[in-house]
């Protein structure tokens, strides 16, 4: 029973606007202008304008007549109030100049730096991260009349959203998962600026700096572990040539005549570096002999 009179008193709310002549929009309310309810002052007013304007016809037309480029919509306001259509543009709109006044929006995508942000990881390592933001009005009305200041809104939500994302992260995640980061902020700040008209187009993490004592441990890190790595390849190396040399052993000790011809051509390679040094060759079966000799007489 509570739910029902909850919903019966919000459609009640809602029909009662809507006769009052609220204008509800992507979520924005604002009050659409027209000229029931401005009171006797405002209908003076209304018709003196229109009045001096037919008077000084054509020289009012420079007043009156106002141009928006293709980017800009102008959003305008009669005795305080919206008027009906929303925002004008492109091209050429007519004002009343004593009871009109209007406020022209840029439409084109617009980009900002967030300040560089001391965020305290959830590793808890201090990091400053910087970023950059791409933005747009998407709508006109909104932007004007939801918040004061679309821009410097935007500027200060993007500051805290990044605080408050990279938060949450590990120092190994923010400078491995970039990507994800920036599309998570982007969600977040389009959903948070929807309200102002404002369409947040990309988000990019530029920067992210580490402390000198932090990064001089990392880099001793790597260096530990590229030394590391160096030792074990240079083993597994050692390791294969041992192998090689113990299978040429064993091929050289299957014939009589190999380790003569090995000699001679170790020999020959020597002759050929046209050194100075005197090579005196002894015959392998003179030493073969003596150590036979050796041998029997232990």
Known sequence: MADQKLELRICDETEQEMENGKTSANGFEYTAASTEGV?????VLTI??????GITLPFSLCF???????????????????????????????????????????????????????????DSVTVAVDAVIYFRIKNATASIVNVSNANASTRLLAATTLRNVLGTKTMAEILSDREHISHT??????????????????????????????????AAEAEAAREARAKVIAAEGEQRAARALREAADVMGESSGAMQLRYLQTLNSISAEK????????????????????????
């Open 275 to 298: 050194n100075s040094t005197i090579i005196f060759p002894i015959p392998i079966e003179m030493m073969s002999t003596m150590y036979n000799k050796e041998k029997s007489s232990k």
């Open 39 to 43: 009171g006797c002052c405002g209908w």
């Open 185 to 218: 902020m982007q969600s977040i700040l389009d959903e948070a600026s929807d309200p102002w008209g404002i369409l947040v187009e990309r988000v990019e993490i530029k920067d992210v700096r580490l402390p000198v004592q932090l990064q001089r441990a990392m």
């Open 48 to 53: 003196l304008s229109y009045l001096v304007i």
């Open 64 to 122: 009156t007549l106002k141009v928006v480029q293709e980017y800009e919509r102008a959003v305008i306001f009669r005795l305080g109030r919206l008027l009906p259509g929303g925002a004008k543009g492109p091209g050429i709109f007519f004002v009343v100049p004593c009871t009109d006044e209007y406020k022209k929006v840029d439409l084109r995508t617009m980009s900002f730096d967030v300040p560089p942000q001391e965020i305290l990881s959830k």
